[in-house]
T-cell receptor, first 113, second 113 residues
Framework: GAGVSQSPSNKVTEKGKDVELRCDPI?????LYWYRQSLGQGLEFLIY????????KSGLPSDRFSAERTGGSVSTLTIQRTQQEDSAVYLC???????????FGPGTRLLVL | DQQVKQNSPSLSVQEGRISILNCDYT??????FLWYKKYPAEGPTFLIS?????DKNEDGRFTVFLNKSAKHLSLHIVPSQPGDSAVYFC????????????FGKGTKLTVNP
C-alpha cells in the first residue's frame, strides 16, 4: 500500500514489560514522526527523524522511551518497563520534506494493565 | 500550558447546515496552521491549511479563516454532511527545526441526517 503502516494495531501488555511498536513510512519520505494520543488529549509529539541527522527527542516523556530508524526507513518505538500511564494510541507520521503534509498511520493502541 | 486550544469538545449540527469549529493559539509567532480530521481507529488525515500571510483559504466545502490579531482560527464546513462526522484537530507547525505539529485536543463533530 501507499500509506504509512503500523504494527501491531493493538497491544495489551502487563505493567513492567517492554513493548516495541513498528512504523513503515511512505516510500521516499525522509521525515518520520512519532506522536501519542492519550485518552481525552490531543496528539503529543514524541520524536522526529530526518535523514541521517540526529533525531529530535525533545518530546519523549521519560528515558523508558526510545526510538530508532534503520536505513532511513522503518522505525521502532520501544517502551521499557511499561506503566499504566503509557496506555495511549501511538501514531507514526511521515512527510517528504519542508512544509509538506504529514501523513499518519492508523496507530497502535497500547493498553498497559 | 496548552499552545493550541479547542475549547469545544463536541459539536452537533444538522445535515445541510454550517459547521463552525474554533481554535485559539497563544504564540503570535506561529505562522502555519492546519486542520486534520480523524475517524475512529484511523490516523488523522490532512484537511486544509493556511499561512499567516492569508486570512482565508477555501477548498470546496471547507474554508479556514485566520484572525491573527485575535490569535484565532476557524474551520467552516458548508453544507455539512453525515460523512463529515469525525474529530477535528487544529494544529500549528513549529518551524525552524523538526516542523513538528502541535495539536489541540480536538472537537468531535456529529452531523445528524
Amino acid at each position: 500500500g501507499a500509506g504509512v503502516s503500523q504494527s501491531p494495531s493493538n497491544k495489551v501488555t502487563e505493567k513492567g514489560k517492554d513493548v516495541e511498536l513498528r512504523c513503515d513510512p511512505i516510500s521516499g519520505h525522509t521525515a518520520l514522526y512519532w506522536y501519542r494520543q492519550s485518552l481525552g488529549q490531543g496528539l503529543e509529539f514524541l520524536i522526529y527523524f530526518q535523514g541521517n541527522s540526529a533525531p529530535d527527542k525533545s518530546g519523549l516523556p521519560s528515558d523508558r522511551f526510545s526510538a530508532e530508524r534503520t536505513g532511513g526507513s522503518v522505525s521502532t518505538l520501544t517502551i521499557q518497563r511499561t506503566q499504566q500511564e503509557d496506555s495511549a494510541v501511538y501514531l507514526c507520521a511521515s512527510r517528504r520534506g519542508g512544509l509538506e503534509t504529514q501523513y499518519f498511520g492508523p496507530g497502535t493502541r497500547l493498553l498497559v494493565l | 500550558d496548552q499552545q493550541v486550544k479547542q475549547n469545544s469538545p463536541s459539536l452537533s449540527v444538522q445535515e445541510g447546515r454550517i459547521s463552525i469549529l474554533n481554535c485559539d493559539y497563544t504564540n503570535s509567532m506561529f505562522d502555519y496552521f492546519l486542520w486534520y480530521k480523524k475517524y475512529p481507529a484511523e490516523g488523522p488525515t490532512f484537511l486544509i491549511s493556511i499561512s499567516s500571510i492569508k486570512d482565508k483559504n477555501e477548498d470546496g466545502r471547507f474554508t479556514v479563516f485566520l484572525n491573527k490579531s485575535a490569535k484565532h482560527l476557524s474551520l467552516h464546513i458548508v453544507p455539512s454532511q453525515p460523512g463529515d462526522s469525525a474529530v477535528y484537530f487544529c494544529a500549528v507547525i513549529l518551524q525552524g527545526g523538526s516542523e513538528k505539529l502541535v495539536f489541540g485536543k480536538g472537537t468531535k463533530l456529529t452531523v445528524n441526517p
